[in-house]
């Protein structure tokens, strides 16, 4: 399976606190991309990062892209309550296929 | 809106009983596909199109069937439901396709399907 995997599964933080999750997968891709799922809902783009950048932030967001580990890392800055989702990382390999990670459940307690 | 509208939101069915989940957007988007998700499996991806007509296997396409006849529908056919297809189901559409790179997913809201 080309599938990606998160880590950790399950994160708890105190409200203001910074978030890290790291997502590492197994080809080649294009792109790498962040979305986030509130309970039993769609999931939700967050942010885009392409093979050739290391780095992109987006308001409280921050990705990086390590093509030479194959992994990457979301990290949310000064959680909220509204925070509280599972995320996931999206890679797209060869066709057009996307491949989904495990998910970490993120949970911000206020 | 720009929205993917996924029906029926919930669904109980029996084995063996054919059952439809439709898909639908309006954003003109060429790229469609189906996703299943399941606990500690994450997000598996089912059937995709690239446009009109043309339709190929995810990883997970047995027991499915698909058809893209229009660009904005793109529904998901179980002709004998089984408990393994028990799960959560996305649609989701994108920009691209053909010979541009597909990008950003736009999901449903979900199809949760419980078949005993």
């Known amino acids: 399976s080309q599938q990606g995997e998160e880590d950790p599964q399950a994160l708890s933080i105190q409200e203001g606190e910074n978030a890290t999750m790291n997502c590492s997968y197994k080809?080649?891709?294009?792109?790498l991309q962040w979305y986030r799922q509130n309970s039993g809902r769609g999931l939700v783009h967050l942010i885009l990062?392409?093979?050739?950048?290391r780095e992109k932030h987006s308001g409280r967001l921050r990705v990086t892209l390590d093509t030479s580990k194959k992994s990457s890392s979301l990290l949310i800055t000064a959680s909220r309550a509204a925070d509280t989702a599972s995320y996931f990382c999206?890679?797209?390999?060869?066709?057009?296929?996307?491949?989904f990670g495990t998910g970490t459940s993120l949970t911000v307690i206020p | 809106e720009a929205q993917v509208t996924q029906n029926p939101r919930y669904l109980i069915t029996v084995t063996g009983k054919k059952l439809t989940v439709t898909c639908s957007q309006n954003?003109?988007?060429?790229?469609m596909s189906w996703y299943r998700q399941d606990p500690g499996l994450g997000l598996r991806q089912i059937y995709y199109?690239?446009?009109?007509?043309?339709?190929d296997k995810g990883d997970v396409p047995e027991g499915y069937k698909v058809s893209r006849k229009e660009k904005r529908n793109f529904p998901l056919i179980l002709e004998s439901p089984s408990p393994n297809q028990t799960s959560l189901y996305f649609c989701?559409?994108?920009?691209?396709?053909?010979?541009?790179?597909?990008?950003?997913?736009?999901f449903g809201n979900g199809t949760r399907l419980t078949v005993t």
């Open positions: 989701a559409s994108s920009y691209g396709g053909g010979t541009r790179r597909v990008s950003t997913l736009h």
């Open positions: 080809t080649s891709i294009n792109n």
């Open positions: 990062i392409r093979s050739n950048e």
């Open positions: 999206a890679t797209d390999g060869e066709g057009n296929q996307f491949y």
């Open positions: 954003m003109n988007h060429e790229y």
């Open positions: 199109s690239m446009n009109v007509e043309v339709t």
